[in-house]
């Protein structure tokens, strides 16, 4: 019993001894991290600071966009577009890539589509878009790049779909200043596409520039005003003629999850005839 009391009580001593060992070192380096129940080393710190990152920079969303093109004397075209956006970081530099993978589903009627017409859907192009971003090159500015392919799910009907595969390659600027008003960003994006194999006879293969001025401004804290973002200004490289289109859209956010927008297009220059005027709108889901 006293040999049992004995090794207690050096049980004890020792515990008390380690404590004091422990609570010492911390003042002599105050910078040690310290838990309740677990010190957190270097390593563990990089990678709670790894998962944190990559999380911050993933998110994943979805709109649906609903079109109505006039093209005159009764006629009109409709499109219905489902989106899905994904964004991720490459690496740790603060670069950032999107993808984007869309469909659309049209229709037309009216009297100028002669046989094309009716108001029923019909499958048209998919696209998929992969764009990356650089972090900040300046203050406040970035640059990117990336390309777009049209796959003809329309397949060989050209009154709905472009009946051809294209690809094309992009480039981008984002400048997004803080403390400049309602200003909120400028992220003009340059993209030429090109057709590369029909799946219909009727098809010309396409030569396009597409130029999107986009420019943003926060209204208020929940409605946004973006021109140039969704229509942009088009040259057919085989004619050389132009679509340039006055664009503006408002888009209001109702929480962290949904958002809804509504907006219009009307040609300032229409010698490659697009249609007469433009009024689209969306809905969001963020995850």
Same mark, same amino acid.
Do not use: C
């Given at each position: ?19 004091? %060992? ?18 957190? &080393? ?26 109505? &093109? ?24 603060? %670069?950032? %890539? ?26 048209? &192009? ?45 480039? +981008? ?29 009727? +098809? ?9 001025? +986009? ?21 057919? +490289? ?27 297009? %009307?040609?300032?220059? &229409? ?17």
């Amino acid at each position: 019993m006293r040999r049992l009391k004995l090794l207690l009580a050096m049980s004890i001593a020792g515990v008390i001894a380690l404590g004091n %060992a422990f609570a010492q070192s911390t003042l002599e380096n105050p910078s040690r991290p310290q838990t309740d129940d677990v010190v957190i &080393n270097d390593e563990s710190r990089a990678q709670t600071d790894d998962e944190l990152f990559f999380a911050s920079k993933r998110k994943t969303w979805v709109e649906v966009w609903g079109f109505h &093109n006039d093209h005159g004397n009764d006629s009109a075209t409709n499109n219905i577009q489902p989106r899905l956006y994904h964004s991720f970081p490459l690496g740790r530099s603060g %670069a950032q %890539a999107v993808t984007r993978l869309d469909t659309s589903f049209n229709s037309n009627s009216g009297p100028k589509f002669n046989g094309g017409g009716g108001g029923e859907f019909n499958p048209g &192009n998919t696209r998929w878009t992969l764009a990356g971003y650089t972090p900040e090159v300046a203050q406040n500015l970035t640059f990117g790049g990336g390309f777009r392919m049209v796959l003809p799910t329309g397949y060989n009907n050209p009154a709905y779909s472009s009946a051809q595969w294209a690809m094309g390659p992009q480039l +981008a600027m984002t400048y997004t200043p803080k403390n400049a008003g309602a200003f909120s960003f400028f992220s003009p994006t340059v993209r030429y596409m090109m057709g590369m194999t029909q799946v219909s006879p009727r +098809a010309t293969l396409m030569r396009t520039l597409e130029l999107y001025p +986009a420019t943003g401004f926060q209204l208020t804290p929940k409605l946004k005003l973006a021109m140039w973002d969704e229509t942009g200004i088009y040259l057919s +490289a085989r004619t050389g003629r132009w679509f340039v289109p006055a664009d503006a859209m408002l888009t209001y956010s109702f929480d962290k999850s949904w958002g809804a927008t509504i907006g219009a297009s %009307a040609p300032l220059i &229409n010698d490659n005839f697009n249609y007469f005027w433009n009024v689209y709108s969306r809905v969001i889901y963020n995850f």
